[in-house]
Structures are given as structure tokens and as C-alpha cells.
């Protein structure tokens, strides 16, 4: 008869349920997995790390963990689940700093943009009876730090695994079961695929944003007064997204830059295509174009990935309940 102990070291196929979930790093993404997970009453306790002394004091100040650290070795002790939702640049760190401490049998998963380096940075420092499982949710907003997450992030919205073919099938099952309580739908596929995924519908749109943002600016002939007093149009919205960590963004763009770089390519052919057809007026092919791209609007919100409503600047906290 198994012991407790193995009851223990064991848990049910499925389980959404952890004893201890630490988190490396507590912004937006963090504190919404704190939050989400205390809504579902997922882990037992939660505990968090962080660099500055003012985000831990914060995080505790907002009752979101149980515990703070500064050293992630201090914070995935005793852990069965490690999320990693620092920057990517910080991973090949994180990795050597908590090796020795983490828990034989425990999921190590994290949250970053691109999977493709996890294996390569974060891999090599992963234990062997310890389960690497790379994720990503993809939710989030413009806002970072503690006080940014909410428990609703990632209600309805996908979070992709990435788990390689070597990966423990119950570790794999189990947080996906987890992320699945915290409200999010699932989807798994191979580091390569969601790298190039996520170059077109995430990291490009960024980097057009910050471009543009910095175009605006820079225009001689525009002063930035006039840039900021008739953004009301489409400029607008860029600027949001530009708002975005820049530290995060740098990271996203140097370890993806190779799929990053095809998408960039593939848009600069097809810019150039608007290019000559405005010059040579060619309406017809504006049109087909601009129809086109609208119809994808259309079938983005049908998927329940975005409404009609124009919340311009996007609401970075869940909208209040009516009275």
C-alpha cells in the first residue's frame, strides 16, 4: 500500500492543485497568476521574488503572496510549481541561481513571448527528476508591476505549452490542468511553431508601434504638440501599445529575431505593394485589401478574442460589476 508520503510525491493525474507556487517575478503577468490562482484556490500557499525591495513590499502590501523573496533560490524551495515570469534575458540567471534548491518531482514552466530559448537558456539548469514544461499565456496589457495584474487576465484567453518530446506526459497534463483553472483554453504545440506564430500576431505589431510612435516624433515638419493633441485617430492606439516594457520588448526581439526578421521581410513586400498601388491609384486593389483586412477583424472577434466595444486604451483592470 503506498504510503502518504508517496500519496504525496505523486499527485492525482490532472490535479490543477499545487502545495507551494512560486513565482520569479510579480508584474503583471505574476500577480495575475497570484491572483487567479488564489480565485481557485490552486495552491496551498504562493510566494513570489523579485529584485527591488519596493516590488516585494508591494506585492506583499496587495496580499497577492504569502511570501517575497530577493533570491529565487529562497523562493522555490519546497515548490512543486515554479513559474518563471521574468524577462527573457534573465533566464540563463534565474536557471544557475535556483537549480540546487529545486524540489525533485516539482514543474518548472514560465511565461515568456518566445519559447524557442528556454531550452537553450533555462534548460541546462533544470535538475534531472525536475519537469520542464515552457508556456506562454497570451493575455496581457500595456501596464507592468504588481498593482497591473488581475485575476481576470486570463479568463478566455489561450495559453500555449510548449513541452518538448522528452517532457514528463503527468507534468505536462497537470499544469496544463492548472492553467486551464486559472481560466485560460489550451493549446500545445512545438517551440519553432509558436515562435513564428507569435512573430506575426504579437512581436511585429510591436515593433510597426514603436516605429511609427518614433516616426511621429521625430517628423521635423509635426511638432509634438500637434502629435499629441490629434491622436485620436489610429496614431492612438500605437501609442499604447509602445507603451509597453521596453526591457521586455528588447528581449522578445534579440532571441526571436530570426522569425521575427521573416515576418519583417514578408511586411516590407507587402508594404511596398500599398505603396505602389497608392502612387499609381489603383483603387481597386485598396479596396480588396482594405476589405480583407476587415473581414479579419470580423473573425477575430467572432473567436472571442476581442469585442466591438471601443475601450480605447484598453481597460487594464476587469470592468465593475453592475449594481
Not at 249 to 273: I, K, M, Q, S, Y
Amino acid at each position: 500500500m503506498a504510503s502518504e508520503a508517496d500519496n504525496k510525491a505523486q499527485p492525482p493525474a490532472g490535479s490543477a492543485h499545487f502545495d507551494r507556487l512560486a513565482l520569479i517575478g510579480v508584474g503583471l503577468i505574476g500577480s495575475s497568476i497570484a491572483r487567479a490562482a488564489r480565485r481557485g484556490g490552486l495552491a496551498n500557499a504562493i510566494v513570489g521574488c523579485a529584485r527591488t525591495e519596493k516590488t516585494r513590499d508591494k506585492a506583499m502590501e496587495l496580499g497577492i503572496v504569502d511570501a517575497m523573496y530577493e533570491d529565487p533560490a529562497d523562493a522555490v524551495a519546497g515548490a512543486d510549481l515554479v513559474i518563471v515570469c521574468s524577462h527573457l534575458g534573465s533566464y540563463a540567471t534565474v536557471g544557475k541561481t535556483m537549480a540546487a534548491s529545486l524540489m525533485p518531482g516539482a514543474i518548472v514552466t514560465d511565461v515568456g513571448s518566445v519559447k524557442g530559448c528556454v531550452a537553450r537558456d533555462l534548460g541546462p539548469h533544470i535538475p534531472e527528476g525536475v519537469h520542464l514544461v515552457p508556456g506562454h499565456p497570451v493575455s496581457g496589457s500595456e501596464k507592468s508591476g504588481p498593482e497591473a495584474g488581475f485575476a481576470e487576465l486570463f479568463d478566455g484567453r489561450w495559453w500555449i505549452l510548449t513541452p518538448g518530446e522528452e517532457a514528463d506526459a503527468l507534468a505536462v497534463q497537470r499544469l496544463k490542468a492548472f492553467v486551464q483553472a486559472l481560466g485560460s483554453r489550451v493549446e500545445v504545440m512545438t517551440s519553432s511553431r509558436h515562435d513564428l506564430v507569435l512573430a506575426i500576431t504579437s512581436h511585429l505589431p510591436h515593433l510597426i508601434a514603436y516605429n511609427i510612435v518614433n516616426t511621429a516624433d521625430d517628423m521635423e515638419t509635426v511638432t509634438q504638440g500637434e502629435v499629441v493633441k490629434y491622436s485620436a485617430g489610429g496614431f492612438r492606439d500605437f501609442t499604447r501599445i509602445a507603451a509597453s516594457d521596453p526591457e521586455f520588448w528588447r528581449d522578445v526581439f534579440l532571441n526571436n529575431r530570426e522569425a521575427v526578421l521573416e515576418t519583417l521581410g514578408r511586411f516590407t513586400e507587402d508594404l511596398l505593394a500599398l505603396q505602389r498601388a497608392i502612387r499609381w491609384g489603383q483603387g481597386d486593389t485598396l479596396l480588396r485589401l482594405f476589405s480583407e483586412s476587415r473581414d479579419i477583424r470580423q473573425r477575430i472577434i467572432q473567436a472571442g478574442q476581442d469585442t466591438e466595444a471601443p475601450d480605447f486604451g484598453r481597460r487594464s483592470e476587469p470592468p465593475a460589476e453592475a449594481d
